[in-house]
């Protein structure tokens, strides 16, 4: 999962709630300070797994672990 770059992984985000508009500046920012709820974190995962053909482990599966752009960038370079 190497060859994902932020950019993808912002566009998924904003893609997911119109009202987000998270740039490369703020991907150490918490998203859920940004405006992101537990529902958007849900539908957020369940895109970038189709995105990426990927599944994220169960583990990382709570907004703590991914709530920020550079931890969700950390899980799938994991993966």
């Known amino acids: 999962m190497n060859n994902i770059s932020v950019e993808d992984v912002l566009q998924i985000i904003?893609?997911?709630?119109?009202?987000?508009?998270?740039?490369?500046d703020q991907i150490g920012e918490n998203l859920l300070d940004l405006?992101?709820?537990?529902?958007k974190?849900?539908?957020m995962v369940v895109a970038i797994e189709e995105a990426f053909?990927?599944?994220i482990p169960d583990s990382k599966l709570i907004m703590s672990e991914?709530?920020?752009?550079?931890?969700?960038?950390?899980?799938?370079?994991e993966l």
Do not use: W
């Open 14 to 24: 904003n893609k997911t709630d119109e009202n987000l508009n998270i740039k490369r």
């Open 35 to 39: 405006g992101l709820d537990s529902i």
């Open 41 to 43: 974190f849900i539908q």
């Open 53 to 55: 053909d990927c599944e």
């Open 66 to 77: 991914m709530d920020t752009v550079e931890k969700i960038m950390a899980v799938l370079t």
